[in-house]
């Protein structure tokens, strides 16, 4: 076995280890359950949910708890990491050993910091949305549903995910290693943000069957991560269907 | 069953009293007769491989551009959905490289006999290979390709007018060295081993992500080089030949003689008793994990979709090479590892009786030049700093050969990007050679919507020999490398060549 997929095997544990303790953490953590408004909330496992349930009257600063920062940043982690095992590989391949963990480490949070900023916005407008629309906020279910149809085929889109297969040079010795490190997560967190921000703001105002949606949403984005750049134009791309028939097949 | 024997271009003289080239002309005229759009054309064959046509271009490479003969035909274009299935198909910088092009050569080939039976040509004619590296004359091309006339007079489809030559003056012959087959003694298909250096003979192993852009052992020399040495660039570096650049190469019918012989060079490394992939990634091709299947249009246009595992023995396919059996007699009687046991003071009878290693390897990164070079004319010089530790882990396994197996080292330049394919670069290390890479495929992998995100080409050299003569001379006390790099053709102004850093790589094979 060639050695650059033996450190991508290792890497891919990481990566779905650490996504795994994340969606753990979000179906079993007590302390992000929604208020007790029963039955209202069936995916109240999740961040989404509470800021869902919250905001029937919340203000916008109360939405903005480091409760609700940290359910983001999990979810994140739960959602997306898995979609990094290229880029963390890249940079293991071309670092000192002694130095690969750090560097790794260094981009993740780069990248965390950079969908965590994407986050508040994301928050923010679909507070405003809800206040927007009324409950049972079908109406926004059904628009967020066709703003993220139209972006999934949109040549923007498929330029957001051509830019996440940019791999830079890095310098390896001295600060200017890290530095690298966390430029390269802030560009791939922008790019990735570009790629998945309407498959995002959509999962925010799904409550029924929020899990699952999310859980798809998931393979969806890592599917598309796997795909080979291509020409920008608009496309019929929903879903991968044959990519995730492949990655069912690995 | 072996219907079909592929026999070596250079008989005959290489001339048109060689029916196989006679022939070949002929039908490469009838295929060239019929329109873009169709399958059967010889303009939607060179798509199938890459392709300048059906995007925007506004100059070179763009196929309106490109000087006659051929008159190259920009439409009418397929449907979306036949381009999107067929056009732009090739394989490069992955392990299936092989398996992908011997499959195009066989549906072309089809086609052409087709053609060829039609006018009334022999039933059992087959593609032709030019051997550049075979004895006399054989390194320039068989005299077919530039005759402007065929013996009836009738203008010769094999003639080219964008093919320059290694000098760039039109006279088309391959330089040996740079161009070898020293791929031949590689053991491993994808990876390493003592008897070759990474990636390996085939390629290595990719999957959705081409970013790497390292061509196999097979890929780099002699096919790369052979690409843009064959192509070469105009007299006033205007553009660029057919043959040095992936999206026109297949306009030129000495394209197809050329991966003819790399076809054979893989039957003959098998019929050497080295192996193919066995795992099913390979075997099934891309397609079984979702991305593009191999397909090739067949005569009267029916499609034939095809994997790795149809095509990966002869005896899978109807066609053999004219000397198989002859070439598949190794004449060299000590493998590389030997040779380089002995010459780092193993005894002969030791080195002989050492078992060959496993697969298992790990690469770490031992020194870098951290800056962006730009490579101009002039080429460019730059200090590899090394880091200490990781440099005396290594010399310590050349001190103790005989013990365990010593560590390979490497030269990669990465994140090369620029525009034009036909160059190639001289690399040294310390005053000693390390050898030519050729820059085929640069432009398609420094663009930002390409199959490589833009992140360019990553060119690696084994410089093993290098350090060990380095350890041998006791000539490696500094942590430091120069490396000095040296285009091979001039290099205009604005279209410099970036690397974006050098790495030099341990590799422990134990
Ligand atoms: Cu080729």
Redesign the pocket.
């Known amino acids: 076995m060639s050695n650059v997929i033996q450190t991508r095997r290792c890497i891919s544990s990481g990566v779905f280890g650490l996504s795994a303790a994340a969606w753990a953490f979000l179906i079993l953590s007590p302390s992000i359950k929604g208020p007790e408004t029963g039955d209202a909330v069936v995916g109240a496992m999740c961040i989404n949910g509470v800021l869902i349930t919250q905001t029937e009257s919340a203000a916008l600063l109360q939405v903005f708890t480091i409760t609700n920062l940290f359910g983001w940043a999990v979810m994140i982690v739960a959602m997306m990491f898995p979609t990094l095992i290229s880029p963390l590989t890249y940079i293991a391949e071309r670092s000192f050993r002694h130095k690969r963990l750090g560097l790794m480490s260094v981009f993740l949070l780069a990248y965390l910091l950079i969908w965590s900023m994407a986050g508040v916005v994301l928050m923010s407008v679909s507070l405003l949305l809800r206040q927007i629309f009324s409950a049972p906020y079908f109406g926004l279910f059904i628009s967020m549903l066709f703003i993220a149809l139209v972006w999934q085929c949109s040549p923007l889109k498929q330029l957001c995910l051509n830019r996440n297969h940019q791999h830079p040079a890095m310098r390896a010795y001295g600060l200017a290693s890290y530095q690298d490190a966390a430029r390269f997560g802030f560009a791939h967190g922008v790019w990735c943000v570009g790629s998945c921000w309407a498959l995002m703001l959509f999962s925010t105002v799904s409550v029924v069957a929020h899990q699952p949606i999310m859980l798809l949403l998931m393979l969806i984005m890592l599917s598309e991560s796997m795909q080979v750049p291509r020409p920008p134009s608009w496309e019929w791309r929903l879903i991968p269907a044959r990519k995730l028939r492949g990655l069912a097949m690995r | 069953m072996t219907g079909y024997t592929r026999a070596n271009a250079w008989n005959s003289g290489g001339t048109f009293n060689n029916q196989d080239l006679l022939w070949y002309a002929k039908g490469v005229g009838v295929m060239q007769s019929r329109t873009l759009d169709d399958p059967n054309s010889w303009w939607f064959f060179a798509a199938i491989h890459g392709e300048y046509v059906s995007g925007k271009e506004t100059g070179y490479p763009g196929w309106a551009y490109i000087p006659p003969a051929p008159s190259v035909p920009t439409s009418p274009l397929p449907s979306p959905d036949v381009l999107k299935q067929y056009w732009n198909q090739c394989q490069h910088q992955t392990w299936y490289f092989l398996p992908w092009?011997r499959g195009y050569l066989i549906a072309l080939e089809l086609q052409l006999r087709e053609a060829i039976v039609s006018l009334g040509g022999p039933e059992t004619w087959s593609l032709p290979f030019w051997n550049y590296l075979g004895p006399d004359n054989e390194y320039h091309i068989p005299p077919a390709f530039t005759e402007k006339k065929l013996p009836d007079g009738d203008d010769n489809p094999l003639f080219v007018d964008a093919r320059f030559g290694p000098k760039n003056d039109g006279n088309i012959y391959v330089l040996s060295p740079p161009v070898n087959q020293d791929c031949l003694g590689n053991d491993i298909y994808t990876g390493s081993s003592p008897n070759t250096p990474r990636p390996g003979f085939g390629g290595p192993e990719t999957d959705f992500w081409h970013g790497g852009g390292r061509s196999g052992n097979l890929e780099s020399n002699p096919?790369n080089l052979v690409?843009v040495e064959v192509g070469g660039n105009a007299p006033d570096n205007s553009i660029w030949g057919l043959m040095s650049d992936?999206g026109l190469?297949a306009l030129d019918p000495i394209?197809y003689l050329?991966?003819c012989n790399?076809d054979r060079l893989w039957a003959v490394w098998n019929a050497r008793g080295n192996e193919n992939p066995t795992s099913d990634k390979w075997l099934k091709g891309p397609a079984a994990t979702g991305d593009r299947e191999f397909v090739m249009p067949k005569p009267q246009a029916t499609a034939w979709v095809f994997t790795p595992q149809d095509v990966d023995a002869m005896s899978k396919v109807d066609y053999t090479y004219e000397g198989l059996s002859t070439d598949a007699r190794a004449s060299d009687t000590m493998s590389p590892v030997q040779k380089r046991l002995i010459r780092l003071g193993v005894n002969q009878v030791e080195a002989a009786t050492m078992a060959p290693d496993t697969e298992k390897s790990s690469t770490e990164l031992l020194g870098t030049h951290d800056q962006t070079l730009k490579v101009g004319s002039a080429g460019v010089r730059a200090a590899v700093k090394l880091n200490s530790t990781v440099k005396n882990t290594m010399l310590e396994t050349l001190a103790s050969a005989a013990k365990q197996a010593p560590d390979r080292a490497y030269l990669q330049l990465e994140n090369v990007r620029g525009t034009r394919d036909a160059n190639t670069l001289d690399v040294y290390v310390n005053g000693k050679s390390a050898g030519s890479i050729a820059l085929f495929g640069l432009r398609r992998a420094s663009l930002k919507d390409g199959e490589h995100g833009g992140s360019g080409l990553s060119l690696e050299l084994d410089i093993t020999d290098i350090i060990d003569a380095l350890h041998l001379e006791q000539a490696f006390d500094a942590d430091l490398l120069d490396v000095r790099i040296q285009p091979d053709q001039s290099i205009s102004d604005g279209e410099e060549i970036s690397i974006g850093r050098i790495g030099v790589y341990r590799e422990n094979g134990s």
């Open positions: 092009h096919h690409h992936p190469a394209f050329h991966h790399i």
